[in-house]
């Protein structure tokens, strides 16, 4: 297709810019590494249940000492055939391509026989599958965990926003996505700017589920209960 032309080319400029060491496919252990840029790594998970296919988007990577992994592995293990897509400019999806990194991850899902599109973020990642059913409309369910709504003026996340070029995406809350969704958030105190981000999100009419204490981290919490199992049990349910 035309798009995954001109993902090809873009993997090819930056297999040249590290002297051809790269492919459009790659082995990356049990993984296959999809695609790769500057702004953008897709990876496509070694198998899982291939009635569902999941976009996992993965967040800044702050609990990570600034390491960006390939987050929901567990919970998704032997539920989908995943595709972990992580922003590497930390750009809130906003750097170009995004639609495009979108379009061939589901085309290689279908590919693979998923009947179902899902997608789910935590933070960042959470702006990133709210982005993917507004882009998208083979998407039909999402759980964002804590998104922003709108980031760029958090001084929680100015080291990084401060540096993007172009805000294509002004206000997460605002997006149309799907009606099968659920964004969730661990704050109900007025100061925290999670709140403040929350406030946006009901305002724009989403469903917003609080998980109390959880904070900003909604799945640790979760783990740490006991319950994030469950919940994502539900998710990967018909």
Request: charged residues 25%; neutral net charge.
């Amino acid at each position: 297709s035309e798009r995954r032309r001109r993902l090809y080319q873009a993997e090819c400029s930056a297999a040249a810019d590290f002297g051809g060491a790269a492919a459009t496919i790659l082995e990356c252990g049990a993984d296959m590494l999809l695609h790769q840029c500057d702004n953008y790594r897709v990876r496509l998970g070694e198998g899982g249940d291939r009635a569902i296919g999941l976009l996992a988007f993965g967040g800044v990577g702050l609990g990570m000492g600034g390491i960006q992994i390939d987050e929901f592995k567990t919970a998704s293990s032997g539920r989908a055939c995943v595709a972990f897509i992580n922003d590497l400019q930390r750009s809130w999806w906003n750097s170009g391509g995004f639609e495009d990194i979108v379009d061939v991850c589901i085309e290689q899902l279908r590919a693979r026989g998923c009947r179902k599109v899902y997608s789910v973020g935590n933070s960042m990642g959470g702006c990133g599958a709210l982005l993917a059913s507004h882009v998208s409309k083979e998407v039909s369910r999402v759980y964002a965990f804590t998104p922003q709504a709108i980031p760029y003026h958090d001084e929680r996340w100015t080291a990084y926003t401060q540096a993007i070029e172009t805000i294509r995406w002004p206000d997460f809350s605002a997006l149309e996505v799907c009606a099968d969704h659920k964004v969730f958030f661990g704050v109900r105190a007025p100061r925290n700017p999670d709140f403040r981000q929350m406030k946006s999100f009901q305002d724009n009419g989403k469903n917003v589920v609080f998980v109390d204490g959880a904070k900003h981290n909604v799945p640790k919490a979760l783990k740490q209960e006991q319950k994030f199992g469950s919940l994502m049990s539900a998710f990967f349910a018909d």
